[in-house]
């Protein structure tokens, strides 16, 4: 896990390729709206693609975790079905019914049935190499859907945030790769100051709420720890009142605050207030700043860094980062 994570720069520039490679049977000028469906490792790439483009996109974005479609899914709808294995059963049922609704929909798998079906009906067919954990796959998922919407015309010319990205990926696994001892190394610092304790996970941005999400479930599935998330303005409402449970529970959490660097002073004032209060509460309080020096760079930055601090807690805990036995039992009960 931990060389396919200090790789993920090599990658991106492969995903990007798929993406410019992959050939479009889609017209945008009949799109209203677009939907991205998918479960577990093959949904979050929506959710990120979907806050990336809150700032840069009118096209309304809606991301889908489940068997069937929105109501509002149509023929003017651009349905995104995405499963790494391309036979997630959820997704291949979310593609029949967008099917048989006269919806335009993109595959992206690494083959299965998704792949086969897509291809027996002439739909844009995104093809990713297979043999990877889905959560390992986050490059070859997000990547191309990026350049897909970028081809479609629903985001700018991308050139410049991709080369960041690829840049800034290059930077993190020097400063953060596994050879890089602990007192210069960020990731494993992290990694330590969440060990034996339950991290949860904010953000101040809307923007960045899918990453924050995604720090959680890499503690999950990698670090095999529970965690849990909330962003501005809601943890104002909920978190907060939580601060009056017993100090023997409260010091089990340890707060990592992701930060896009470039918050407004209002904003900053607010976390600089609930700060104040975890301080005298929880374990610690850990801020967590994005590199990079565009959108995407900032974004690829904090996924990057999750992808390394909770396999370095894996190893702390004594896990296999790539294991994912409960996973795998779950799926047994649920077909038996």
């Known amino acids: 896990m931990i060389s396919i994570i200090e790789n993920m720069d090599k990658q991106c520039e492969h995903a990007i390729e798929i993406g410019y490679a992959t050939e479009l049977k889609v017209d945008p000028s009949k799109v209203k709206n677009i939907l991205f469906s998918g479960v577990g490792g093959s949904a979050i790439v929506g959710d990120l693609v979907k806050d990336f483009m809150l700032d840069l996109s009118s096209t309304p974005v809606l991301t889908n975790r489940d068997y069937s479609l929105p109501k ?58 297979t043999n990877l954990q889905p959560r390992a796959a986050i490059g070859y998922m997000f990547f191309p859907l990026l350049v897909l919407m970028e081809r479609l015309g629903f985001l700018p010319y991308m050139h410049d945030q991709y080369t960041d990205a ?117 374990n610690g309080v850990t801020k967590i700043t994005a590199q990079g020096n565009t959108s995407l760079g900032k974004l690829i930055s904090l996924l990057s860094f999750s992808d390394f601090a909770s396999a370095y807690l894996a190893i702390l805990y004594g896990f296999d980062p790539t294991e994912i036995k409960y996973i795998h039992y779950i799926k047994k009960q649920l077909i038996t």
């Open 72 to 129: 509002f899914v149509g023929p003017e709808t651009l349905v995104f079905t995405i499963s790494y294995s391309g036979n997630s059963e959820e997704t291949l049922s979310v593609y029949n019914r967008a099917k048989s609704i006269g919806a335009q929909i993109v595959t992206l798998s690494s083959g299965g049935q998704l792949k086969k079906m897509s291809e027996e009906d002439g739909n844009t067919t995104c093809i990713i190499p």
């Open 166 to 282: 690829i840049a800034t990926l290059r930077k993190l696994k020097n400063q953060l790769g596994f050879n890089i001892p602990y007192k210069q190394n960020p990731a494993k610092q992290v990694a330590f100051e969440i060990y034996g304790h339950v991290p949860m996970f904010l953000t101040s941005t809307k923007k960045l709420e899918s990453v924050t999400l995604r720090w959680k479930q890499q503690i999950n599935e990698n670090s095999k720890a529970l965690a849990y998330w909330n962003s501005f303005p809601e943890l104002n409402l909920y978190e907060v009142t939580g601060l009056e449970m017993p100090d023997e529970f409260l010091k089990n959490i340890h707060v990592i605050h992701l930060l896009e660097g470039n918050e407004s002073s209002h904003i900053l004032e607010q976390i600089s207030k609930i700060h104040e209060l975890y301080d005298f509460s929880v």
